[in-house]
């Protein structure tokens, strides 16, 4: 009898979900029926209906394969990539119908880089990456060890870049000293031609490999100023200037998340078709969220603005009134993902010994900064718009906070009130 009162009063309280496991009502996803509380109450819903003998019970056979109704397993009827950037160069003119080629070769590099990263343990990709002698190369121009996909990586998005149109005239890679003109990746004095110049990280966060863990591609495209032909100057352009940026993450799933200055725009990789499908169009961040995504090994290091900041989400004296959630993977594609989806703030600040921090401007902070803005959040260098920065090289480190706008915001105001704090110190 107490085991009755028991169940019943579990099957009050889940009512909902058995609702919902059994499908009553509502057409959320079957496999719902599989958590461990829906699990619960299945149970004591079969204890309530079922005869007192339970030798009168069907024996158990073998486990059945879930089976998913047919309205559950139906491929969702998305717009594919190809069709949307059709979509958008006819809305906008002759100037987007560029971009639409160079979008396009970008969604191939993307998934071309994604079918490496899946097959780097595998096909013995990964590691640093070795010269024919067998010893490991130099170091980038980072000070950082290029691994081998990094390599395999950049010559996938310089191919891409140069060789897929007449659009870009000359690129400047994350991974290489200096800027080189199409004519030189290709070869070919042939693709002297185009209007554009872009950047990129060919593999973002290429450590988080060997661990089989997310990495990414960023990349950003530039005008050439009317008349000129690509120098370094080129290069040298603020990030409002910017037309287009995008990057792609290679995880759980392969997303491709793009702006063309009016909007972010996600597109995931279907893996039966191998084509990207519109899965998030307009993608708006949360106003506020509860992640916060910093390398906190680093905390000593940070100045004090930033400890500041970090001690008030921990202890819950946060303005924005939502309890903190500490997410940080490395790769920073993966992480501003998550802000970008959940809502909070990623940041790389600046240090004690390097003022400003890792991420490079041009490679990074501008592109993910565009997207984050276009989504209706905010990118910042704690003390202004990271996209107002006039780079002074193509390798310039910036520290960088991206995110929803209010905790973004709450950021800039540790910097304008504790300032003073590090001034005193020095
Ligand atoms: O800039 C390269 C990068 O790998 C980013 O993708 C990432 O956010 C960051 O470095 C991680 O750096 P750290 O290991 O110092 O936290």
Redesign the pocket.
């Known amino acids: 009898m107490t085991n009755m009162k028991i169940c019943l009063g579990v099957l009050l309280l889940l009512l909902p979900t058995i609702a919902t496991a059994f499908n009553i009502g509502s057409h959320h996803e079957v496999n719902r029926i599989s958590t461990p509380r829906n699990i619960a109450a299945v149970g004591c819903v079969t204890a309530l209906f079922s005869s007192q003998d339970p030798s009168s019970q069907q024996p158990t056979s073998e486990a059945t394969p879930v089976k998913l109704a047919r309205s559950q397993t139906r491929k969702k009827d998305l717009k594919t990539f190809a069709r949307y950037l059709e979509i958008e160069s006819w809305k906008r003119g002759s100037e987007a119908r560029d971009l639409e080629i160079v979008l396009r070769s970008m969604g191939d590099a993307c998934k071309q880089i994604s079918r490496i990263v899946q097959r780097a343990q595998t096909d013995d990709l990964y590691g640093a990456a070795v010269g024919v002698d067998g010893s490991p190369l130099d170091e980038n121009v980072q000070g950082e060890v290029q691994q081998k996909l990094d390599l395999v990586c950049n010559a996938i998005m310089l191919k891409q870049f140069c060789g897929s149109s007449n659009v870009i005239s000359a690129v400047a890679s994350e991974e290489e000293d200096s800027y080189r003109t199409c004519c030189d990746v290709m070869g070919n004095s042939a693709f002297a031609i185009g209007d554009y110049v872009a950047v990129f990280?060919p593999l973002?966060?290429?450590?988080?490999i060997d661990a089989s863990l997310p990495v990414?591609t960023i990349f950003g495209i530039y005008k050439c100023p009317p008349g000129t032909t690509p120098s370094e100057n080129t290069f040298l352009q603020k990030g409002n200037d910017m037309v287009a940026a995008g990057y792609c993450l290679y995880s759980a799933t392969t997303i491709l998340v793009l702006t063309m200055g009016a909007g972010t725009n996600g597109f995931t990789l279907d893996p039966d078709k191998g084509i990207f499908l519109h899965t998030h169009p307009d993608i708006r961040i949360p106003a506020a969220g509860p992640i916060y995504s910093f390398?906190e090994?680093?905390y000593r290091d940070f100045s004090s603005p930033v400890q500041q900041y970090l001690n008030g989400l921990k202890e819950g004296s946060s303005s924005i009134g939502i309890r903190s959630n500490a997410r940080?993977i490395?790769?920073?594609?993966a992480?501003v993902h998550n802000v970008l989806i959940n809502g909070g703030i990623y940041g790389?600040p600046g240090t004690r010994k390097n003022a400003n921090g890792?991420?490079?401007l041009l490679y990074?902070s501008n592109p993910m900064g565009m997207i984050i803005e276009q989504a209706g959040g905010a990118a910042s260098t704690g003390t202004g718009r990271i996209l107002d920065v006039q780079p002074t090289g193509i390798h310039m480190r910036i520290p960088t906070f991206l995110g929803s706008i209010e905790n973004v915001y709450e950021l800039d105001q540790f910097h304008q009130y504790y300032s003073d704090e590090d001034e005193d110190e020095t």
């Open positions: 990280d973002d966060g290429s450590k988080n990414g390398n090994a680093n940080y490395g790769a920073l594609v992480d790389y890792k991420l490079r990074e």
